[in-house]
């Protein structure tokens, strides 16, 4: 069974930092493309970064390109997301996602003063 646990979420003023983790299981993480998107309220779905595992490469959203970063731990089998410079509007629950389809629950990042 696919699962994908987020952590790391919470609040933050504007300007500060936070890093998401998602931990996977179920899955050859080390071969899989795994995404961030995010949910502000009462907005759509926003894709944030991807990054596929297998070659390193790394795609980020003109929004948060600059000041986030996506990497993986293959030993570990978690994504993460590193924010920097975090502004109001980033404020959102954020899904990792895996290649196949399959979503975390969400952690909810706010960023507020």
């Known amino acids: 069974e696919v699962q994908l646990v987020e952590s790391g979420g919470g609040l933050v003023q504007p300007g500060g930092s936070l890093r998401l983790s998602c931990a996977a299981s179920?899955?050859?993480?080390?071969?899989?493309?795994m995404s961030w998107v995010r949910q502000a309220p009462g907005k759509g779905l926003e894709w944030v970064s991807s990054?596929?595992?297998?070659?390193?490469?790394?795609y980020y959203a003109d929004s948060v390109k600059g000041r986030f970063t996506i990497s993986t731990d293959n030993a570990k089998n978690t994504l993460y997301l590193q924010m920097n410079s975090l502004k109001s509007e980033d404020t959102a629950v954020y899904y990792c996602?895996?290649?196949?389809?399959?979503w975390g629950q969400g952690t909810q990042v706010t960023v507020s003063s």
């Open positions: 996602a895996s290649g196949l389809g399959s």
């Open positions: 990054i596929y595992s297998y070659s390193s490469n790394t």
């Open positions: 179920g899955f050859t993480f080390s071969s899989s493309a």
